[in-house]
């Protein structure tokens, strides 16, 4: 199967539009804004070599709609750019685009370009477009002294695990919310940067686990795609969210637990 | 340095606006279509490892612009996935985001977001959004029997030259050409697939050549960069851009050249 061969194929599947043309052409909805955002999936850095193509594809939008979740937004379309291994077989090929297009089509994303290459490895860049209320989308730098600290979901997710982007609460906290951001490098990191932002410090007092998971963990490590975000003391949670803390005065960027200030140890991809 | 600390680099860096969020956030303006296109740039498969670091950041940016050029687009701004070794200084980093910059900045692109990894080559996918006025935007799948073929500049250029995406030309033949591709997979593969699109065939007749550059390096090289598009009969040519054949009826995708049908051999990434 060569390239063209695959646009072909992939024009006849559901949850894909517009592809075989040198760019894909978008047509923006009055009082919108787009949320633009790239991620990369990449073989022995992001996921273990033996992780199968469907899951594979799934991933890789998975974390760039985390992002469109974080922002409060609708996905609406995405791009992707894949290396694989001239071994691997067309079965495997399509499995990946079929994992990549279900999460798709459940989201309401569509497939409208992309570019494929031959690498000795595999290599996944999604590019996702969102679209958002204009001047709503939520942002890391709002966060206010006695804003409320809240997380959805229970972190220190074993590695691996199924991602499933935060989209309806992200949109439930349009014009609520003060900040939020998605937890992709742990919440350490995260929240380090959130505060940053924001230019305040944070108070953590409680974080809400999964079954076995470490403190270590929970607190630092990459795999929990939750929401983490700030709302004013008199506004009331989603349900499924827990208050883990509070935004204090402090020096930008400081997140203080258990009397000891924690330091950003989360996932840096480049560190 | 970290991602955080390139983070704040890249800040400071005319041509970069908004990063350092979930997403990036994008303003249509009114009566406008979005172009979006993804490009990868791969260490071994595109370029040369000894390549310089800035030469790098711009040739993957302006593999990108070619294309919002081949739909008659202003580029608007973009996004750069990066993964490269951890042996890389500082130094050879900022000179990567300098080199893509300058192009940037010279044609009206802003960096608004990407993502950083690190593995053991490197590795460049840039994602543009361009913009074109409502329903304008060139396609590969206007063009006509009976129109002229015409290209830019000359063909067979070398491997590892410096692209400079003919974003003028598009623009000038926006209302004007009935179909546009760029050259980027070689001649003989990209007019197959303006033809295919077309649901027409074609019929080269002469191909203007770099100095020194093989018929065969002309017809089927992928690092010519120029524009390959349609015009009806009576439509004058813009200046620098000479006639190369007609399209005339025939199987669709069909080329012929030398009384001869022409294979689409071209540099296919995925072949």
């Known amino acids: 199967m060569n390239e063209l061969e695959l646009v ?11 592809i075989g043309d ?14 633009l955002k790239t991620d990369q999936l990449i073989e022995g850095v992001h996921f273990r070599k033996t ?26 379309c995405c791009l992707l750019a894949l290396a694989f291994p001239r071994t691997k077989s067309e079965r495997w090929i399509l499995a990946l685009f079929r994992g990549l297009l279900n999460l798709a089509t459940t989201t309401g994303t569509v497939l409208v370009g992309g570019d494929v290459a031959h690498d000795d490895k595999v290599h996944c860049s999604v590019m996702v477009v969102g679209a958002v209320k204009r001047g709503k989308a939520l942002t890391r730098a709002g966060a206010r ?10 972190l220190g997710k074993p590695w691996d695990q199924k991602i ?23 919440l350490s990191l995260d929240l380090h940067r959130l505060c ?8 953590l007092e409680h974080i809400p686990m999964v079954r076995g998971a470490s403190l ?23 349900a499924g969210t827990t ?29």
């Open 164 to 186: 499933e982007p935060r989209l309806a609460l992200g949109r439930k906290l349009l014009g609520k919310a003060t900040a939020c951001i998605d937890l992709s490098d742990g």
């Open 216 to 238: 270590e963990r929970a607190l630092h490590g990459g795999e929990d795609y939750e929401l983490l975000f700030t709302l004013p003391p008199h506004v009331k949670p989603p």
């Open 243 to 271: 208050r883990i803390g509070t935004i204090v005065a402090g020096t930008a960027g400081a997140v203080w637990f258990a009397a000891k200030k924690l330091a950003p140890r989360g996932y840096d991809h480049f560190a």
């Open 145 to 154: 002294l006695g804003d409320h600290l809240y997380v959805s979901g229970k």
């Open 8 to 18: 072909d194929r992939l024009r006849l599947m559901k949850g894909v539009s517009g």
């Open 196 to 203: 940053k932002e924001s230019r305040a410090a944070a108070q």
């Open 51 to 76: 992780m199968r193509p469907a899951m594979i594809g799934e991933r890789a939008l998975a974390r760039a709609l985390s992002d469109i979740a974080a922002a409060g937004g609708h996905p609406r």
């Open 22 to 35: 040198d760019c894909a052409v978008y047509r923006p909805k009055a009082g919108e804004d787009l949320l």
